[in-house]
Protein backbone atom coordinates (compact mmCIF):
# COMPACT_ATOMS: atom_id res chain seq x y z
CA UNK A 1 0.00 0.00 0.00
CA UNK A 2 1.18 3.37 -1.11
CA UNK A 3 1.18 6.25 1.58
CA UNK A 4 1.99 9.35 0.20
CA UNK A 5 4.37 11.18 2.69
CA UNK A 6 4.16 15.00 2.95
CA UNK A 7 6.97 17.35 3.31
CA UNK A 8 7.74 18.91 6.60
CA UNK A 9 7.26 22.51 5.86
CA UNK A 10 4.43 22.07 3.12
CA UNK A 11 2.27 20.44 6.00
CA UNK A 12 -0.29 22.86 7.42
CA UNK A 13 -3.16 22.77 9.28
CA UNK A 14 -6.39 24.40 7.69
CA UNK A 15 -9.32 23.60 10.54
CA UNK A 16 -9.34 25.13 14.34
CA UNK A 17 -10.47 21.84 15.20
CA UNK A 18 -7.11 20.16 14.12
CA UNK A 19 -5.16 23.67 15.49
CA UNK A 20 -6.79 22.91 19.10
CA UNK A 21 -6.64 19.00 18.79
CA UNK A 22 -2.59 19.78 18.18
CA UNK A 23 -2.26 22.30 21.04
CA UNK A 24 -3.88 19.89 23.62
CA UNK A 25 -1.59 16.79 22.59
CA UNK A 26 1.36 18.72 22.41
CA UNK A 27 0.74 20.02 26.33
CA UNK A 28 -0.84 16.36 27.76
CA UNK A 29 2.65 15.41 26.03
CA UNK A 30 4.43 17.78 28.23
CA UNK A 31 2.84 16.54 31.19
CA UNK A 32 2.93 13.28 30.95
CA UNK A 33 6.99 14.12 30.59
CA UNK A 34 7.04 16.01 33.50
CA UNK A 35 5.04 13.42 35.83
CA UNK A 36 7.40 10.84 34.12
CA UNK A 37 10.44 12.34 35.61
CA UNK A 38 9.12 13.36 38.93
CA UNK A 39 7.34 9.82 39.80
CA UNK A 40 10.68 8.09 38.25
CA UNK A 41 12.09 9.77 40.60
CA UNK A 42 10.12 8.77 43.49
CA UNK A 43 9.90 5.03 42.84
CA UNK A 44 13.89 5.36 42.23
CA UNK A 45 13.82 6.62 45.62
CA UNK A 46 11.32 4.25 46.98
CA UNK A 47 13.51 1.52 45.93
CA UNK A 48 16.28 2.86 47.70
CA UNK A 49 14.14 2.70 50.87
CA UNK A 50 13.18 -0.90 50.40
CA UNK A 51 16.70 -2.28 49.77
CA UNK A 52 19.33 -0.02 51.25
CA UNK A 53 16.81 0.75 54.34
CA UNK A 54 17.37 4.08 54.03
CA UNK A 55 15.04 7.21 55.06
CA UNK A 56 14.02 9.11 52.24
CA UNK A 57 14.11 13.00 52.13
CA UNK A 58 10.98 14.25 52.66
CA UNK A 59 9.80 17.39 50.73
CA UNK A 60 9.11 20.28 52.19
CA UNK A 61 6.12 23.26 52.11
CA UNK A 62 6.89 27.11 51.49
CA UNK A 63 6.29 27.47 55.30
CA UNK A 64 9.50 24.85 55.84
CA UNK A 65 7.21 22.05 56.98
CA UNK A 66 7.83 18.47 56.09
CA UNK A 67 5.40 16.37 53.93
CA UNK A 68 5.15 13.47 51.80
CA UNK A 69 2.74 15.00 49.27
CA UNK A 70 3.57 15.42 45.71
CA UNK A 71 3.45 19.35 44.64
CA UNK A 72 0.24 18.59 42.71
CA UNK A 73 -1.24 17.84 45.67
CA UNK A 74 0.53 20.54 47.93
CA UNK A 75 -0.73 23.00 45.53
CA UNK A 76 -4.41 21.47 45.97
CA UNK A 77 -4.99 21.84 49.59
CA UNK A 78 -2.79 24.63 49.95
CA UNK A 79 -2.94 26.36 53.21
CA UNK A 80 -3.80 22.84 54.79
CA UNK A 81 -0.79 21.13 54.17
CA UNK A 82 1.00 22.94 57.15
CA UNK A 83 -0.90 20.49 58.88
CA UNK A 84 2.46 18.04 58.67
CA UNK A 85 5.27 17.18 60.77
CA UNK A 86 7.68 20.20 61.48
CA UNK A 87 10.78 19.65 58.98
CA UNK A 88 13.23 19.76 62.19
CA UNK A 89 11.44 17.14 63.62
CA UNK A 90 13.28 13.83 64.35
CA UNK A 91 10.93 10.72 62.80
CA UNK A 92 12.15 8.73 66.41
CA UNK A 93 10.26 11.57 68.38
CA UNK A 94 6.92 10.49 66.69
CA UNK A 95 6.94 6.89 67.59
CA UNK A 96 4.98 5.69 70.48
CA UNK A 97 7.33 5.05 73.86
CA UNK A 98 4.36 2.60 74.54
CA UNK A 99 5.12 -0.07 71.95
CA UNK A 100 8.17 -2.41 72.94
CA UNK A 101 10.41 -3.39 70.06
CA UNK A 102 9.54 -6.65 68.58
CA UNK A 103 11.47 -9.48 70.29
CA UNK A 104 13.01 -11.97 68.21
CA UNK A 105 11.41 -15.77 68.92
CA UNK A 106 14.14 -17.15 70.81
CA UNK A 107 16.27 -19.81 70.44
CA UNK A 108 16.18 -23.62 72.30
CA UNK A 109 18.38 -25.91 72.32
CA UNK A 110 17.59 -30.04 71.11
CA UNK A 111 17.72 -32.74 73.18
CA UNK A 112 17.95 -36.63 72.61
CA UNK A 113 18.98 -39.52 74.70
CA UNK A 114 19.22 -43.23 75.89
CA UNK A 115 20.07 -45.00 78.87
CA UNK A 116 20.61 -48.48 79.56
CA UNK A 117 20.99 -50.75 83.16
CA UNK A 118 22.96 -53.59 83.75
CA UNK A 119 21.87 -55.65 86.98
CA UNK A 120 25.94 -56.57 86.95
CA UNK A 121 27.12 -58.41 89.76
CA UNK A 122 24.52 -58.22 92.05
CA UNK A 123 21.45 -60.90 92.46
CA UNK A 124 18.71 -58.47 91.64
CA UNK A 125 18.11 -55.63 89.50
CA UNK A 126 16.94 -52.20 91.43
CA UNK A 127 17.32 -49.33 89.18
CA UNK A 128 14.70 -47.66 86.93
CA UNK A 129 14.98 -44.30 84.63
CA UNK A 130 12.69 -42.47 82.90
CA UNK A 131 13.15 -39.47 79.86
CA UNK A 132 10.06 -36.90 79.49
CA UNK A 133 10.85 -35.50 75.98
CA UNK A 134 7.74 -33.20 76.71
CA UNK A 135 6.52 -32.47 79.66
CA UNK A 136 2.30 -31.23 79.97
CA UNK A 137 3.00 -27.64 80.78
CA UNK A 138 0.71 -25.00 79.92
CA UNK A 139 1.66 -22.38 77.07
CA UNK A 140 3.38 -19.42 78.80
CA UNK A 141 6.51 -21.55 80.40
CA UNK A 142 9.19 -22.66 77.71
CA UNK A 143 9.43 -26.27 75.94
CA UNK A 144 10.25 -28.66 79.19
CA UNK A 145 12.06 -32.02 79.94
CA UNK A 146 12.73 -34.12 82.52
CA UNK A 147 15.52 -37.09 83.30
CA UNK A 148 15.87 -39.26 85.93
CA UNK A 149 17.62 -42.17 87.19
CA UNK A 150 16.35 -44.10 90.14
CA UNK A 151 18.87 -46.27 92.01
CA UNK A 152 16.85 -48.64 94.40
CA UNK A 153 17.97 -50.50 97.29
CA UNK A 154 16.42 -53.27 99.76
CA UNK A 155 14.19 -53.80 96.72
CA UNK A 156 12.82 -52.24 93.32
CA UNK A 157 8.96 -51.23 94.71
CA UNK A 158 10.47 -47.45 95.58
CA UNK A 159 12.42 -46.89 92.33
CA UNK A 160 9.58 -48.45 90.56
CA UNK A 161 7.14 -46.03 92.48
CA UNK A 162 9.35 -42.83 91.55
CA UNK A 163 9.37 -44.03 87.60
CA UNK A 164 6.30 -44.13 88.01
CA UNK A 165 4.77 -40.72 90.10
CA UNK A 166 7.73 -38.64 89.60
CA UNK A 167 6.40 -36.89 86.15
CA UNK A 168 2.92 -36.26 86.95
CA UNK A 169 4.04 -34.69 90.30
CA UNK A 170 6.02 -32.38 88.97
CA UNK A 171 3.61 -31.29 86.26
CA UNK A 172 1.07 -30.36 88.76
CA UNK A 173 4.02 -27.89 90.51
CA UNK A 174 5.54 -26.56 87.57
CA UNK A 175 1.78 -25.63 86.31
CA UNK A 176 1.27 -23.42 89.18
CA UNK A 177 4.43 -21.87 88.43
CA UNK A 178 3.31 -17.52 87.91
CA UNK A 179 5.29 -16.51 84.76
CA UNK A 180 6.54 -12.89 84.79
CA UNK A 181 5.80 -10.04 82.07
CA UNK A 182 9.70 -11.29 80.79
CA UNK A 183 8.57 -14.86 79.95
CA UNK A 184 11.47 -16.06 82.53
CA UNK A 185 10.31 -18.35 85.37
CA UNK A 186 12.56 -17.39 88.80
CA UNK A 187 15.46 -20.54 89.74
CA UNK A 188 13.89 -20.10 93.40
CA UNK A 189 10.34 -21.19 92.26
CA UNK A 190 11.91 -24.34 90.14
CA UNK A 191 13.72 -24.86 92.58
CA UNK A 192 11.16 -24.63 94.95
CA UNK A 193 9.22 -26.59 92.75
CA UNK A 194 11.62 -29.40 92.81
CA UNK A 195 11.82 -30.05 96.46
CA UNK A 196 8.16 -29.85 96.66
CA UNK A 197 7.96 -32.39 94.12
CA UNK A 198 10.51 -34.52 95.80
CA UNK A 199 8.63 -34.48 99.20
CA UNK A 200 5.42 -35.33 97.91
CA UNK A 201 6.83 -38.66 96.62
CA UNK A 202 8.72 -39.85 99.66
CA UNK A 203 5.24 -38.85 101.86
CA UNK A 204 3.16 -41.20 99.27
CA UNK A 205 5.71 -43.93 99.09
CA UNK A 206 6.08 -43.82 103.24
CA UNK A 207 2.05 -44.13 102.98
CA UNK A 208 2.58 -46.82 100.61
CA UNK A 209 5.10 -48.47 102.89
CA UNK A 210 2.37 -48.90 105.76
CA UNK A 211 -0.56 -49.61 103.58
CA UNK A 212 1.39 -52.18 101.89
CA UNK A 213 3.55 -52.93 105.47
CA UNK A 214 6.84 -53.29 103.22
CA UNK A 215 10.01 -53.64 104.64
CA UNK A 216 12.79 -50.83 104.58
CA UNK A 217 13.31 -50.40 100.80
CA UNK A 218 14.41 -46.58 99.29
CA UNK A 219 15.96 -45.13 96.30
CA UNK A 220 18.20 -42.27 95.30
CA UNK A 221 17.09 -40.12 92.92
CA UNK A 222 19.51 -37.85 90.42
CA UNK A 223 17.57 -35.78 87.72
CA UNK A 224 17.84 -32.94 85.31
CA UNK A 225 14.67 -30.22 84.24
CA UNK A 226 15.08 -28.48 81.38
CA UNK A 227 13.13 -25.39 80.39
CA UNK A 228 13.96 -23.71 77.77
CA UNK A 229 17.95 -23.26 77.56
CA UNK A 230 17.64 -23.43 81.98
CA UNK A 231 19.06 -26.47 83.28
CA UNK A 232 17.92 -27.68 87.10
CA UNK A 233 19.74 -30.61 88.73
CA UNK A 234 18.01 -32.24 91.24
CA UNK A 235 19.94 -34.77 93.42
CA UNK A 236 19.02 -37.28 96.88
CA UNK A 237 21.49 -39.71 97.25
CA UNK A 238 24.42 -41.09 95.79
CA UNK A 239 23.58 -40.64 92.11
CA UNK A 240 25.06 -38.15 90.24
CA UNK A 241 24.58 -36.20 87.12
CA UNK A 242 27.97 -34.73 85.34
CA UNK A 243 27.51 -32.12 82.35
CA UNK A 244 30.38 -32.07 79.32
CA UNK A 245 30.97 -28.26 78.41
CA UNK A 246 33.45 -28.40 75.02
CA UNK A 247 34.97 -31.48 76.73
CA UNK A 248 35.19 -30.31 80.46
CA UNK A 249 33.61 -32.22 82.93
CA UNK A 250 31.03 -30.11 85.42
CA UNK A 251 29.49 -31.69 88.41
CA UNK A 252 25.79 -30.54 88.43
CA UNK A 253 25.28 -32.76 91.56
CA UNK A 254 27.21 -33.69 95.37
CA UNK A 255 27.22 -36.85 96.74
CA UNK A 256 24.88 -37.76 99.93
CA UNK A 257 26.93 -40.06 102.16
CA UNK A 258 26.68 -40.42 105.88
CA UNK A 259 30.63 -39.58 105.94
CA UNK A 260 30.28 -36.79 104.11
CA UNK A 261 31.13 -34.00 106.58
CA UNK A 262 27.95 -31.50 106.61
CA UNK A 263 26.25 -34.77 106.38
CA UNK A 264 27.54 -36.63 109.25
CA UNK A 265 27.16 -33.35 111.43
CA UNK A 266 23.14 -33.39 110.99
CA UNK A 267 23.31 -36.84 111.43
CA UNK A 268 25.11 -36.90 114.61
CA UNK A 269 23.09 -33.89 115.81
CA UNK A 270 19.84 -35.67 115.83
CA UNK A 271 21.13 -38.60 117.48
CA UNK A 272 22.06 -40.33 115.04
CA UNK A 273 25.60 -42.30 115.03
CA UNK A 274 27.88 -43.52 111.45
CA UNK A 275 29.64 -46.08 111.66
CA UNK A 276 32.10 -47.30 108.82
CA UNK A 277 30.79 -44.55 106.53
CA UNK A 278 27.00 -46.01 106.99
CA UNK A 279 23.67 -44.70 109.10
CA UNK A 280 24.18 -47.28 112.36
CA UNK A 281 26.60 -49.22 109.92
CA UNK A 282 23.80 -50.10 107.83
CA UNK A 283 22.72 -47.43 105.23
CA UNK A 284 25.41 -46.34 103.02
CA UNK A 285 23.37 -43.04 102.11
CA UNK A 286 21.92 -39.60 103.82
CA UNK A 287 19.82 -38.35 101.56
CA UNK A 288 17.02 -40.95 99.77
CA UNK A 289 12.99 -41.39 98.77
CA UNK A 290 11.74 -43.96 101.10
CA UNK A 291 13.80 -45.27 103.74
CA UNK A 292 10.64 -45.46 106.42
CA UNK A 293 13.06 -46.93 109.15
CA UNK A 294 15.68 -43.85 108.96
CA UNK A 295 12.86 -40.98 109.36
CA UNK A 296 10.61 -39.85 112.31
CA UNK A 297 7.42 -42.11 112.48
CA UNK A 298 9.80 -45.49 113.33
CA UNK A 299 9.32 -46.76 116.46
CA UNK A 300 12.78 -47.46 116.90
CA UNK A 301 14.09 -44.18 116.31
CA UNK A 302 11.84 -43.23 119.25
CA UNK A 303 13.30 -45.96 121.39
CA UNK A 304 17.01 -43.78 120.43
CA UNK A 305 15.64 -40.67 120.80
CA UNK A 306 16.35 -39.49 117.41
CA UNK A 307 15.33 -36.22 117.51
CA UNK A 308 14.77 -35.73 112.95
CA UNK A 309 15.03 -37.85 110.11
CA UNK A 310 18.60 -38.91 109.67
CA UNK A 311 17.66 -39.81 105.95
CA UNK A 312 16.49 -36.97 103.99
CA UNK A 313 14.33 -36.65 100.83
CA UNK A 314 14.95 -33.12 100.23
CA UNK A 315 17.02 -32.62 97.26
CA UNK A 316 20.14 -29.53 96.40
CA UNK A 317 19.63 -28.15 93.34
CA UNK A 318 22.04 -26.40 91.25
CA UNK A 319 20.96 -24.54 88.10
CA UNK A 320 22.97 -23.41 84.88
CA UNK A 321 22.72 -22.12 81.51
CA UNK A 322 22.83 -24.27 78.84
CA UNK A 323 24.99 -22.95 75.55
CA UNK A 324 26.16 -24.03 72.46
CA UNK A 325 28.78 -25.01 74.10
CA UNK A 326 27.86 -28.17 75.81
CA UNK A 327 28.06 -31.61 74.07
CA UNK A 328 26.18 -33.92 77.00
CA UNK A 329 24.92 -34.66 80.46
CA UNK A 330 25.30 -37.91 81.86
CA UNK A 331 23.22 -39.15 84.66
CA UNK A 332 24.33 -42.41 86.93
CA UNK A 333 23.87 -44.51 90.02
CA UNK A 334 27.18 -45.02 92.26
CA UNK A 335 27.37 -48.35 90.00
CA UNK A 336 29.82 -46.06 87.33
CA UNK A 337 31.02 -43.25 89.90
CA UNK A 338 32.81 -45.81 92.34
CA UNK A 339 35.05 -47.00 89.50
CA UNK A 340 34.96 -44.19 87.34
CA UNK A 341 36.26 -39.86 87.30
CA UNK A 342 33.53 -37.41 85.79
CA UNK A 343 36.64 -36.72 83.35
CA UNK A 344 37.12 -39.99 82.00
CA UNK A 345 33.60 -40.45 81.87
CA UNK A 346 33.17 -37.28 79.80
CA UNK A 347 35.97 -38.28 77.75
CA UNK A 348 35.09 -42.17 76.88
CA UNK A 349 31.03 -40.90 75.95
CA UNK A 350 32.20 -37.91 74.18
CA UNK A 351 34.66 -40.21 71.73
CA UNK A 352 31.47 -42.64 71.49
CA UNK A 353 29.36 -39.74 70.55
CA UNK A 354 31.86 -37.96 67.90
CA UNK A 355 32.34 -41.60 66.03
CA UNK A 356 28.60 -41.79 65.73
CA UNK A 357 27.06 -43.71 68.13
CA UNK A 358 23.73 -43.32 69.29
CA UNK A 359 23.03 -42.00 73.41
CA UNK A 360 21.65 -45.94 73.89
CA UNK A 361 24.42 -47.45 72.32
CA UNK A 362 26.70 -45.34 74.26
CA UNK A 363 25.54 -46.05 78.21
CA UNK A 364 25.04 -49.48 76.88
CA UNK A 365 28.73 -49.69 76.31
CA UNK A 366 29.88 -47.65 79.26
CA UNK A 367 27.52 -50.29 81.45
CA UNK A 368 29.44 -52.81 80.20
CA UNK A 369 32.69 -51.33 80.69
CA UNK A 370 32.25 -49.82 84.07
CA UNK A 371 31.25 -53.96 84.85
CA UNK A 372 33.30 -56.14 83.04
CA UNK A 373 36.61 -54.06 82.79
CA UNK A 374 36.40 -51.67 85.92
CA UNK A 375 34.65 -54.35 88.13
CA UNK A 376 32.18 -52.39 89.47
CA UNK A 377 30.05 -54.35 92.31
CA UNK A 378 26.68 -52.50 92.06
CA UNK A 379 23.65 -52.31 89.21
CA UNK A 380 25.25 -49.61 86.99
CA UNK A 381 22.44 -47.89 85.12
CA UNK A 382 23.31 -44.88 83.10
CA UNK A 383 21.23 -42.52 80.63
CA UNK A 384 23.18 -39.39 78.56
CA UNK A 385 21.28 -36.22 76.86
CA UNK A 386 23.01 -35.13 74.14
CA UNK A 387 22.24 -31.29 73.19
CA UNK A 388 22.77 -29.85 69.82
CA UNK A 389 21.89 -26.39 68.44
Known sequence: ???????????????????????????????????????????????????ERSAPVASTTESGRRTSLTPFAQALLGDNVDEGVPASADASENCSSDIAPASSKPSYLNFSFGAHGERGYRRTMEDEHIGAISLGVHAGLPPSKFFGVFDGHGGRECSIYIRDHIVADLEVGLNRLAVPANGRVLDADVKSTLLETFLKVDDDFLKKCVDEKLDNVGSTVTSALVLGNRLYVANTGDARTVLSRNGKAIPMSRDHKPGEESEELRIVNAGGKVFHGRIFGVLAVSRAIGDAD?????????????????????????????????????????????????????????????????????????????????????????MIVKIEE
Open 294 to 382: FKMGSSWLKDFGITANLVLADPEVEAIELTPEDDFIILACDGLWDVMDNQSAVDWVGQKLAIGETCEATAEMLCNKAIHELNSRDNVSI
Open 1 to 51: MFVKRFPRETFSYSSRRTQNWFLRTTLFRRQCAEEKKYFGHTMRRRSQVIF
